[in-house]
C-alpha cells in the first residue's frame, strides 16, 4: 500500500518520493491517519476504506476551492486514489504551533475574507460532500430558507428517524424555522462547513489554518455558530471578523439554529446524549 501511495505521490508532484518511515498521527475519529517521511520531504496521508473515496475526493475538492481563493491558509491536497482495500488522501504536511494573540487576529479576518467569496449559482455547492463521516447533499438552490430546510435540517431528522430518534417537537421547528430565519437573506459564502476547534490550527510560523472541510457555499453564520458550538475560539478572533465583516444583527438566535443541525449530526453519528441536547435546543428555539 505505502509502495502505490509513494509512487502516486511521486507522479503527482513529479519528484521521486520513497517512503523511509510511516507513523501513525491524530486524525480525528473517522479516518486513521499517518505521517509520510521521505527524508526530505513529509505528507499526511488520511485512509479508510475503498468505499469512501468519495468523501477523500470530496475533501481534496473542497480544500483546492479554499486554497484557490487565497484567503484561508489549508493543507493543499497532493493525490487521493484507492489501494489495496483502502481509499487515501494525501496532504501537504504542516508543522503546528501554538496560537498568539495575532495568530487569532488573522483568522478572524482571513475567514471574513473567505466568507466574502461569493457565487452566482446560489447556496449549495458542485457535489455532495460528508459533514464528519455522514452525506452532505448541496443541490445549487436560490433561497438560503429553502436550501437549510430541505438539505440540513430535514435531511439531518430522516437519518435521525432511521436511528430511532425521538424529537417530540420536531414538526414544530420545522414550522418555525421559516420565522426565525426572517428577515434574514444572506449571500452565498464560501464556508468551511464543519469549523470547531479541532479543525483550525496555526502553524509553528504563527499562520491560521483550518482543517478537513465539508465546503459549500451557505450563510457564512453557519461557521461562526459552529466555533461556538465545542467551546469558542478566543475573543481576539470575533473582535477582527466583526471589524472586517460585521454579523447581521439576529444572529445570536440564529447560531442556535445552525448549530443544532451538527448536534443532530452527532446524534446520527454517535448516538449518546446529542438527542437530549438537540431537544433543549430545539425547545429553546421555540420559546
Known amino acids: 500500500m505505502w509502495t502505490d501511495i509513494a509512487t502516486h505521490i511521486s507522479h503527482t508532484t513529479d519528484t521521486p518520493f520513497q517512503v523511509k518511515h510511516h507513523r501513525p498521527v491524530g486524525g480525528g475519529c473517522i479516518n486513521q491517519a499517518y505521517a509520510l517521511d521521505g527524508g526530505d520531504r513529509a505528507f499526511f496521508v ?6 469512501q473515496i468519495g468523501m477523500f475526493e470530496a475533501e481534496a475538492l473542497g480544500l483546492k476551492q479554499i486554497y484557490q481563493s487565497q484567503t484561508m491558509r489549508v493543507p493543499r491536497p497532493i493525490c487521493w486514489g484507492t489501494t489495496d482495500s483502502r481509499s487515501y488522501l494525501v496532504l501537504e504536511w504542516l508543522n503546528f504551533g501554538y496560537g498568539t ?7 478572524g479576518r482571513n475567514l471574513a475574507a473567505m466568507h466574502r467569496v461569493s457565487s ?5 455547492w458542485d457535489q455532495s460532500n460528508t459533514i464528519g463521516a455522514t452525506p452532505q447533499p448541496n443541490p445549487w438552490t436560490q433561497s438560503w430558507l429553502d436550501f437549510f ?12 428517524a432511521r436511528r430511532g430518534g425521538h424529537f417530540p ?33 496555526v502553524t509553528v510560523e504563527g499562520e491560521p489554518v483550518i482543517l478537513d472541510p465539508a465546503t459549500y457555499f451557505g450563510d ?14 478566543p475573543n481576539e478572533f470575533y473582535s477582527a471578523y466583526q471589524s ?6 439576529g444572529y445570536d438566535r440564529r447560531k442556535t439554529l445552525y448549530n443544532l443541525y451538527h448536534v443532530i449530526n452527532h446524534f446520527n453519528l454517535f448516538g449518546g446524549g446529542y438527542e437530549s441536547q438537540a431537544n433543549s435546543m430545539i425547545a429553546s428555539l421555540l420559546r
Open 169 to 201: 417537537q420536531q414538526a414544530a421547528l420545522m414550522a418555525a424555522i421559516p420565522d426565525l430565519l426572517a428577515g434574514h437573506d444572506p449571500q452565498p459564502s464560501l464556508v468551511h462547513g464543519d469549523l470547531w476547534s479541532g479543525n483550525a490550527s
Open 220 to 233: 457564512r453564520e453557519v461557521d461562526i455558530a459552529m466555533t461556538e458550538l465545542f467551546g469558542r475560539f
Open 149 to 160: 430546510l430541505e438539505h440540513r435540517m430535514a435531511h439531518q431528522f430522516r437519518l435521525a
Open 120 to 124: 452566482d449559482r446560489g447556496f449549495g
Open 244 to 249: 472586517a465583516y460585521p454579523l447581521d444583527p
Open 101 to 107: 494573540h495575532q495568530s487569532w487576529e488573522d483568522m
Open 46 to 51: 488520511k485512509l479508510n476504506q475503498a468505499s
